[in-house]
């Protein structure tokens, strides 16, 4: 079984200050993590993710996130927030093992500050 | 390329009526999943299909809820009578089917309130 947590519900920031989202995972077998963006009245895009390659993942938009296997921590950040991050962003497991079906947080809602 | 396409993308309906909502996966997608959102349980799948073929139902809430797949490029879920708490946002996704780990694409949802 997977699970993932994602430690803060909401994140404000200010413009052009970094950006860190939280993320913990669970999961039986070597996982395949994801992170998704939703805006407003959207479906949710494809940030990055991590499949047993490089650790440090780099994704759309100056977004990245490195797979921490000790701390089980996949964690997303921007060196500089930009008015247009503003949105729901979830973390995603996927066992890599039996089905395709997806595990996914309950979401970090990143305000950006002017 | 064209994504997920759903329809329509918006729906209002009163009680007891029967809803279709429609999806056109990524072409040379092969699994396709629905999911509902919304503010109290957050993103929930439903169902999902490979090949055409479901896979996985137990995310169904009731007999009111159905969906088939009769060809690679389309998908309905229809409900049936429809009620207020089926209110939410549904989306549908798709991936190439090629094993586990692969990302979903989602479409931009259909957003539907019963009334």
């Known amino acids: 079984a997977q699970s993932v947590t994602q430690l803060d519900s909401h994140v404000s920031v200010s413009e052009g200050t970094p950006v860190l989202l939280r993320c913990n995972y669970s999961s039986s077998y070597s996982p395949s993590l994801f992170w998704y963006v939703q805006h407003p009245n959207k479906g949710l895009q494809l940030l990055l993710k991590?499949?047993?390659?490089?650790?440090l993942v780099k994704g759309i938009n100056g977004f990245e996130a490195e797979f921490k296997k000790s701390e089980t921590s996949f964690h997303l950040t921007k060196p500089s927030a930009h008015m247009s991050d503003a949105a729901e962003y979830f973390c995603?497991?996927?066992?890599?093992?039996?089905?395709?079906?997806?595990?996914f947080g309950t979401g970090t809602r990143l305000t950006i500050i002017p | 390329d064209a994504g997920v396409i759903q329809s329509p993308r918006h729906e209002v309906t009163e009680m007891g009526q029967e809803v279709t909502l429609r999806c056109k996966p990524i072409?040379?997608?092969?699994?396709l999943f629905w999911y509902r959102q919304t503010m109290m349980r957050g993103l929930e799948l439903l169902i999902y299909f490979n090949n055409n073929v479901p896979i996985d139902d137990s995310g169904m809430p009731e007999d009111r809820f159905s969906a088939k797949m009769p060809n690679a490029s389309f998908s309905t879920l229809k409900i049936q009578p429809s009620e207020p708490r089926d209110s939410a946002v549904y989306f549908c996704?798709?991936?190439?089917?090629?094993?586990?780990?692969?990302?979903?694409?989602f479409g931009d949802g259909t957003r539907l309130s019963i009334l």
């Open positions: 991590y499949t047993s390659a490089a650790t």
């Open positions: 996704a798709s991936t190439p089917g090629q094993g586990v780990g692969q990302p979903q694409h």
């Open positions: 995603v497991v996927s066992a890599n093992f039996g089905n395709e079906k997806l595990t």
């Open positions: 072409s040379g997608h092969n699994s």
